[in-house]
Every structure is written in structure tokens, then in C-alpha cells.
T-cell receptor
Framework: GENVEQHPSTLSVQEGDSAVIKCTYS??????FPWYKQELGKGPQLIIDIRSNVGEKKDQRIAVTLNKTAKHFSLHITETQPEDSAVYFC?????????????FGKGTRLSVIA | ETGVTQTPRHLVMGMTNKKSLKCEQH?????MYWYKQSAKKPLELMFV???????ENNSVPSRFSPECPNSSHLFLHLHTLQPEDSALYLC???????????FGNGTRLTVT
């Protein structure tokens, strides 16, 4: 089955700096890679996702890159703000293959220091 | 609001109690999920329902019993739990088992 590794487990950055979180996956058949943000007292919320037919996707200050050959994908947050502080999860699954479950990484706790 | 509503938000129960967690989704999705979130562990998939039929049961102990009466509602019935079952229980939904999951805010369960 799929296995997703996520690094680092904790990350502290100064406000305005960039933050990068990296994930690797094991199943080459995986083709869908979402990122979730979980704030205190809330459930994970989708912030961006990418499918294996593209290598990069951007949404304002957030971007995700995918390297299918190396089986890794990364989340980039630029111009970080205190409200970006949260736990971020990467995940991977094979779409269009029945109900293949979404497999999550262990999460990265991001702290943005004002 | 997330479109997925979970009640109660917090629950404290003794090991001999019976309680139920409720989830309702307002997104028109046809698949629903229960996840367990414990400290320093990845999100653990417990159950998947697609079109109201259970399609995934990840070796979850029988003291957890799911129920999906229709595509908008999902329950998790709890009985004779153990302290190690204390965790955040998250409900999620998706369309056709593909794409993103939409999570509720969870029920924080404490077993005493």
C-alpha cells in the first residue's frame, strides 16, 4: 500500500519569510496529491491540490510542486503571515481506482513568528 | 462552516458507557468517512461508506460500530471503549471517492 513521509515535523519561520514542507510517496500509481491545513480546534481544510499531469500549481502565496520520477511533492508558502501558523498535512491517493483511500503524512507544525 | 457538521464537539465517557457520534454533510457527496486523529500519529482511516454501503473497514475493533442511514448522515456508535481510544474523531465526505475530502471539525473524545 501507499506510504507517505512528511518533513519536517516542526518548522518555525519569521514573518515574511518562505516555508517549504516536503513529502515523499511510495506508490508510483498515486496521481492525486492534496495539502490540508488544520488550525487549532478545527478539522483539516484543503488548501491546494495537484494531479500528476502537472508539475506545479500556484494559488496566491501557496504553491505545490510535484516530481513524479522522484516521487516527491512540496508545499511552498511565500511571505508567511502569523495566520499561516497551523499543522499542514500532505496526502496521496490513486484516483479512479475504486475507493483507494487517501493516505496522509504525519503533519508539519508551522509557526510563523511575528 | 465546512459543509460537514459533527456533533457533539466534545464528549467524555466512561469505559462502560454507550454513546454515538453524529456527522451530517451538506455538500451532496456520496462517500463518507470516519478518521481517528491521535497525537503524533498520521490520520487513521477507520471506515468508508460509498453510496451508503461500507467499502472499507481498517481492522477497527468491534467496540466502534458505524452506521450510514443515507448519503448525508453518518454515525459512529461507541461502547465499552478503552482510554487509548481517546482522540479526535473526524468525519469527511467526498464525491465518488475521488478528489479532495471535506472534513468536519471533529469530536474530541475522552474515555475515562
Amino acid at each position: 500500500g501507499e506510504n507517505v513521509e512528511q518533513h519536517p515535523s516542526t518548522l518555525s519561520v519569521q514573518e515574511g519569510d518562505s516555508a517549504v514542507i516536503k513529502c515523499t510517496y511510495s506508490d508510483s500509481a498515486s496521481n492525486y496529491f492534496p495539502w490540508y491545513k488544520q488550525e487549532l480546534g478545527k478539522g483539516p481544510q484543503l488548501i491546494i491540490d495537484i494531479r500528476s499531469n502537472v508539475g506545479e500549481k500556484k494559488d496566491q502565496r501557496i504553491a505545490v510542486t510535484l516530481n513524479k520520477t522522484a516521487k516527491h511533492f512540496s508545499l511552498h508558502i511565500t511571505e508567511t503571515q502569523p495566520e499561516d501558523s497551523a499543522v499542514y498535512f500532505c496526502a496521496a491517493r490513486q484516483e479512479n481506482s475504486g475507493n483507494t483511500p487517501l493516505v496522509f503524512g504525519k503533519g508539519t507544525r508551522l509557526s510563523v513568528i511575528a | 462552516e465546512t459543509g460537514v457538521t459533527q456533533t457533539p464537539r466534545h464528549l467524555v465517557m466512561g469505559m462502560t458507557n454507550k454513546k454515538s457520534l453524529k456527522c451530517e454533510q451538506h455538500l451532496g457527496h456520496n462517500a463518507m468517512y470516519w478518521y481517528k486523529q491521535s497525537a503524533k500519529k498520521p490520520l487513521e482511516l477507520m471506515f468508508v461508506y460509498s453510496l451508503e454501503e461500507r467499502v472499507e473497514n481498517n481492522s477497527v475493533p468491534s467496540r466502534f460500530s458505524p452506521e450510514c442511514p443515507n448519503s448525508s448522515h453518518l454515525f459512529l456508535h461507541l461502547h465499552t471503549l478503552q482510554p487509548e481510544d481517546s482522540a479526535l474523531y473526524l468525519c469527511a465526505s467526498s464525491q465518488d471517492g475521488a478528489g479532495a475530502l471535506h472534513f468536519g471539525n471533529g469530536t474530541r473524545l475522552t474515555v475515562t
